[in-house]
């Protein structure tokens, strides 16, 4: 009867442990989809940003061109110098502006991979319960 005890037992162990095993790989596996899934969409973002912003700095340096062409050649007669001057001033308020926001939008912007962490934090937390 020990025998059968003594037998029973590393049986017992061998299948808990496959079943752990397979648990943490599924877990894993389940872990690493999502994180995969987060990175298409932080890629796909910052592809849709880096395009349209390419396309707003391009034509807006094309109309910013233009307008100082305007106006120099508008007040060319009476004072282009303070034509050129003002709006130089003005560019230059404007782009710092834009640095402004640019750097408050990374400040702001979410963690990456939030989720994937959360969940990570998750199945730590339950690991160290049941340990």
Not at 48 to 62: E, I, K, M, Q, Y
Not at 107 to 128: C, G, I, M, N
């Amino acid at each position: 009867m020990s025998n059968d005890a003594h037998t029973g037992q590393p049986e017992g162990l061998g299948a808990a442990w496959q079943r752990l095993i397979g648990s943490a790989a599924s877990l894993l596996q389940s872990r690493i989809e999502l994180a995969s899934i987060e990175l298409a969409e932080e890629r796909q973002r910052f592809l849709s940003l880096l395009v349209l912003g390419a396309v707003a700095v391009l034509f807006g340096l094309l109309a910013v061109g233009s307008l100082t062409a305007l106006l120099v050649i508008l007040f060319w007669d009476r004072s282009h110098w303070l034509v050129l001057t003002a709006l130089c001033v003005l560019y230059f308020c404007v782009a710092a502006y834009g640095l402004y926001r640019i750097r408050q939008t990374i400040e702001q912007a979410p963690v990456p991979f939030a989720a994937t962490r959360a969940e990570l934090a998750k199945d730590a937390a339950v690991w160290r319960a049941r340990s």
